[in-house]
């Protein structure tokens, strides 16, 4: 269906973007590249990329520079680092740490020198895929207030506070409301935004940790303006860190039928899977993993090279 | 693949069912007919079914008397119930009651008319999907110690006691094994195991609840004699209760394609979808009313027609 | 001890305060004027009270009404309203439905009669006793989002929203902040906070329940006049309601001692009392059962007159 | 009230022993030594007791060898290994992995050489002082099954399983009728009983882990001989492993009023405290890491000295 449209004119391309929103759903931008390269379309000018080694990881970075760029991708002007693992990793208990630490090396250069951050959880505690965001928040060092009130025993360390936002249907209050609510009072030089995102492809789930400047919109694909949180909506820096715990069951149907050569036909039985989702069989400990990793990864890019064993006296 | 198979002799029969169990994997006696039709061919003698409306339920009824019909559906012989609700009844409050009444007037029959009643929770309570039985009996009314103790204050009632047996991978004891040793000191007249199910199609994800008189193999796929718990392995009636949680991809995949008109591919992709799951979005509150709605359906086929309050009472 | 206070002259009611604070804990007003009767010292002016019966409950309201009868009973000015319940609501399952609609005939005179309200669960989600807020959270029916995108279809309902603010240790931001900031952004036209108390006496625990028009400071007992939510602080009314689930171990060691006719020793064991709580053996099962109580109150008591089956449906 | 007692003749002794279980309540032989001694009363013959210090931890270990010995501290004959631990450990993050190898140390000689073992956690999941034992079993490493299915891969290790038995008011089913069931089939050389604890002192809860050869009475305190787990009811050694979560409330203040000089008046105020219980102040985030260093203490003294890397390796 989108092989059509990446032929087309510009009102096929607005057809091929609805079509690639709901067929094919990302939250990756490294993804959002690769489905536009697999459409057989030539990517706009403005979309740089590097790749790297770092450890057992492969690091994607790639630069949306132009608004041409971001339409073609759906994504905000901006960088966007992926750190893809090994499936060893999920299974290895050492690379929690080591993991954390490769993720920190990436995170470090998008976050402001100095000043102090919130760490926001995104997502719904009450859904397993979804909790992401409010598990990373139970690892994180939260620190603003002891150095508020004992500042010379905690002297090295990077004010940080932590909140779990919740989601619109259990609080009634967009989230951005929350966070620009919070961000008004406690004005961090910069928010971090933990959530967990969908891919197009069942191997990076729980493997491809993705992190941006460009900030990030809850609950995305409902594409409502008001609820973004970004440096324009929050008056501050905001980097956004994610990873895919879900695939959409329409896009896992997609890319089936793009393997066998066909289109999505019109069935009413597809009616059914919008509301599924596709997740790995061991989901429930692969949130907490991720959560843990990610919270740990703040950590490090925010106090330094703290031990394996410092970060667990400081969490405990 | 197995329309071949369908039009085949014995080894593609044989075949055929291998396929089956890998393409198209379903733990719903109605599917596996479902699947056999689909396929073409005629359905052996020795099955029998038939089908009726109770409130807003639809009931199938099948029962597999012959060695043949149990061979073509991948079933032992028995009587196969399932009650199939609206999709409705996730979303009613007043519906778990209501539903409890419906799932215990096809689940009495099949129970013996007294003596102790053991429930066992099958599955693994760290994993979502597979939480329904563990979770089922938390809300089963737990008598025997009661009747033991003071026989005269609740005469009324049938004895019935609870295990949670985990699974083999946290135990390292077969479930079938716990399950025995414990048949064999409580004696009782009757066991009722509750389990999540796969199914091969999403529209009956926690919708279609199957109760039978054959028993049951815990986490069923995996072929390994030892592991059933039936009449013959427990020495007691064994009653089945449980409802299809999850779809496997590969299955989903399966499913696609033959919408499609296609065949399922030789490809690598594919590989990472063996180890994925299919589920509703709001899989964690789903697994939560199923669970209560089969404890409340096994409090009033054992104990008679209580109301809804005093099973509150007795839970609470 | 506090009995030598009570018979002093201003410094020493100063330090009977201060006795009185750590050696008998609570954060009952109905305790407080109880504690200063028991010292044998007169009540000053300023404080009336009130009590009668509704259905199974006893009510008892306190107003102070000056600033010596608040510095009497470590109390701020305003009403007191406590629904002490038999011991018999914590069995009976039918009670939290009918219990929730006597709370909210009380409360419902503390509240704004029109606008929106934001509900606030404080308290620390990990902390068994301290849980009632947040927990009470999932019970509350969240419109505010359902008004502003269906207005037509909501029409009847009172714009409600929640927040669970988290602790200060596991935030780094004080909750008053928290709150301050989203009602300057939400504007509601009042704050309802849920809190768990502390009690002198391990007969109120579960069982009274108070509702007042002062505020509350979360944590309290650590005295921080900016962690206090009141109108003061966030500009609208603020309506507390909370119920003790813990005493003192230092509060039950004295009370003890005054039953023997004895003062406190000064004994390092007594010491080691100071970090431990009393708690009833099936505080689990009580925190959850109170936190669905207050939530079911307020819904009760801005929506209408709910039936508990409308309840249930707008909360599954 | 039992310092009449101890000095009274056989009559006395016997009331002496029931004021003692009612009013000072412990589990732990040590406190049962010591409530002894405090009496004044001389300890009969065959109890003998020496102490060590092993890293940080104090052992004291008390053999009770005759029948008279028994009696007077109300503990069957056998050997109590208690390690008590200073309060840093359960701040001190790197302390649970070098606390479980101090407890192995104790641990071990109590246990058979070789075969396979059954560690059962006894106590109620759903209340949060009695789930060390249910949480224990989360951090045993399980080797039965996969000994059964790779012997060679897996040759070194011990083969272990687990089963978490649930509470009589859930089950129906006594704990010992369970395990007794179990035990009969899968034959081990030892089972390992893991429970909470009461203590009489709060300065030993979540600090003082007992060690036993003489088995565990579940829910002790009930004195119901058929419910105890030991080598006589199971046929094979029974070691447990215990930590106080709780000092009961009356037995707190039966300790007040000793350090008073009083006796416990008749009083009705005292009545409610009956189902009271004191515990530490953070007693969630206690129980789940006293429940884990048990668990790496039953990992290291059945499998030799692994490392924590490896330990988290198959836990992971």
């Known amino acids: 269906m989108h092989k059509t449209a990446a032929r087309a004119d510009n009102i096929f391309i607005l057809l091929w973007e609805v ?13 959002a590249r ?4 697999e459409s057989g379309a030539s990517l706009p000018g403005g979309i740089r990329s590097r790749e790297y080694r770092q450890g057992m ?4 970075c790639i630069d949306v520079c132009s608004e041409e760029g971001a339409r073609a991708l759906g994504k905000a002007c901006g960088t966007y680092v992926t750190v893809s693992l090994p ?39 009450f859904i397993t895929p979804d909790a992401v965001g409010p598990l990373c928040t139970e ?44 961000v008004q009072r406690v004005h961090p030089s910069a928010v971090i935004a933990v959530d967990a ?4 492809s069942a191997s990076r789930l729980c493997r491809a940790f993705q992190m941006s400047d460009t900030g990030v919109t809850p609950g995305s694909g409902v594409f409502n303006a008001r609820a973004t949180l970004d440096s324009k909506s929050l008056g501050v820096p905001v980097v956004a860190i994610g990873v895919p715990t879900v695939v959409d069951a329409l896009t896992l149907t997609a890319d089936t039928l793009e393997l066998a050569g066909q289109a999505l036909p019109e069935n009413p039985r597809l009616r ?4 599924l989702m596709v997740t790995p069989k061991d989901i ?7 959560a843990k990793v990610i919270g740990y990864a703040v950590n490090l890019a925010l106090q330094g090279d703290l031990t394996a064993a410092e970060m667990e006296q400081f969490l405990s």
Chains 1, 2, 3, 4 share one sequence.
């Open 19 to 31: 079509n690639f929103l709901f067929i094919k759903r990302t939250d990756l931008a490294l993804e």
């Open 34 to 37: 690769e489905l536009f390269e």
């Open 57 to 60: 990881a492969d690091v994607t």
């Open 87 to 125: 499936e060893l990793w999920m299974r290895d208990s050492d690379s929690v740490f080591t993991t954390a630490q490769t993720l920190a090396r990436e995170l470090r250069p998008l976050l402001p020198e100095n000043g102090a951050v919130l760490v926001v959880g995104l997502g719904n505690r």
């Open 139 to 182: 690892h994180v060092i939260v620190t603003r207030h002891l150095l508020e009130q004992m500042p010379d025993e905690f002297g090295g360390l990077r004010p940080v506070c932590a909140l779990t936002a919740g989601v619109l249907g259990l609080t009634g209050i967009e989230t951005a409301e929350i966070v620009r609510g919070v």
């Open 197 to 200: 995102l969908a891919s197009r």
């Open 272 to 275: 059914e899977r919008e509301n």
């Open 284 to 290: 429930d400990a692969l949130v907490q993993k991720s």
